[in-house]
């Protein structure tokens, strides 16, 4: 079952633009992370909010985290071509050590 | 840069057909997870294991579906028989042991399955 529900599902902008992207969740987390998964391929990990964390920074990625609402956004700032992949939040449950439960993802295209 | 490994990379099988899936993780990761992924959906947790112990496997269809980490290295994921709903990406991911204060998972480039 999928834990998390992102908004939009999909979201095309022009190279250098911003994109944001929300993710939205069910229960008490330890953490959560967003991952990128390009066309066909696997995973690669982006970056990991504890619950404690408000917001963080890594590069061009702004991650904010409100435990409040249960919710999280990614932004990506001056959008690249090489950015075009999906996005998804997965969050890791409290009670539930090392196993992450994904949102539905949103698709991001970048064009020039 | 180490990587999970996964074998073979596509695969066409007709139903009722027996299929294998083979993962190697990161070298010393401790926790390794079979993921199953629908086109256009986010990837969903068949098994989790530490070692050579199976710690989650409520959503894999154990009618169909097994899984085996028997030295706790390498794994094998296997569908028998093969369904046409079974179509999707399977995702092999690994991480180090818990507690040890990394929690990201490491993907491999997945297993996409066609069943006809």
């Known amino acids: 079952s999928q834990q998390g529900e992102e908004d939009p599902q999909a979201l095309s902008i022009q190279e250098g633009e911003n994109a944001t992207m929300n993710c939205s969740y069910k229960?008490?987390?330890?953490?959560l992370q967003w991952y990128r998964q390009n066309s066909g391929r696997g995973l690669v990990h982006l970056i990991l909010i504890r619950s404690n964390e408000r917001e963080k920074h890594s590069g061009r990625l702004r991650v904010t985290l409100d435990t409040s609402k249960k919710s999280s956004s990614l932004l990506i700032t001056a959008s690249r071509a090489a950015d075009t992949a999906s996005y998804f939040c997965a969050t890791e449950s409290t009670g539930t050590a090392s196993k992450l439960t994904f949102g539905t993802g949103t698709r991001l295209q970048v064009t020039l | 840069e180490a990587e999970v490994a996964q074998s073979p990379r596509y695969k066409i099988t007709e139903k009722s057909q027996a299929v294998a899936f083979w993962c190697d993780p990161i070298s010393g990761h401790a926790t390794l997870y079979w993921y199953r992924q629908i086109l256009g959906q986010g990837p969903e947790l068949l098994v989790q294991?530490?070692?050579?112990?199976?710690?989650?496997d409520s959503q894999l269809p154990k009618d169909r579906f097994s899984a085996e980490r028997l030295k706790g290295v390498d794994s094998t994921l296997k569908i028998q028989p093969a369904e046409l709903g079974d179509s999707a990406m399977y995702l092999c991911?690994?991480?180090?042991?818990?507690?040890?204060?990394?929690?990201?998972?490491?993907f491999g480039p997945g297993t996409r399955l066609l069943v006809l």
């Open positions: 294991f530490q070692d050579e112990s199976v710690v989650d």
């Open positions: 229960t008490s987390i330890n953490n």
């Open positions: 991911a690994s991480s180090p042991r818990p507690g040890t204060g990394v929690e990201t998972q490491y």
